[in-house]
């Protein structure tokens, strides 16, 4: 069974940095996309950013040139690194793999870590 654990959120004032972790446990092949997703109070489910499986990333206009998501496949980790973060930046933060290995593709989420950006 696969199993997404997150770590790293927290409370963080306005211009400080978090950096959150996504540990992939379980059978899973390195055909996989993997990804942060965030929900923030009172809206619907958003992406962040995304790491393909060769390296490609890809990021939502509110985090371009503050986030860099990375990963390490030796580890089965996913990586969001978050710099200058901003109050609309509060959410829960979900990370996300979609296994390509399988037809059609398994999607796994993780339980979600809190991220509050507040003075």
């Known amino acids: 069974q696969v199993q997404l654990v997150e770590s790293g959120g927290g409370l963080v004032q306005p211009g400080g940095s978090l950096r959150l972790s996504c540990a992939v446990s379980?059978?899973?092949?390195?055909?996989?996309?993997m990804g942060w997703y965030r929900q923030p109070p009172g809206k619907e489910r958003e992406l962040v950013a995304g790491?393909?499986?060769?390296?490609?990333?890809n990021y939502a206009e509110s985090g371009k040139g503050r986030f860099t998501i990375s990963r390490v496949n030796a580890k089965n980790t996913v990586y969001l690194q978050m710099d200058s973060l901003k109050p609309e930046d509060t959410a829960v933060y979900y990370c996300?793999?979609?296994?390509?290995?399988?037809?059609?593709?398994?999607?796994?989420w993780g339980q979600g870590t809190q991220v509050t950006v507040s003075s």
């Open positions: 996300n793999v979609v296994d390509r290995s399988r037809f059609p593709p398994a999607e796994y």
């Open positions: 379980g059978t899973i092949f390195s055909r996989n996309d």
């Open positions: 790491v393909t499986m060769s390296g490609r990333t």
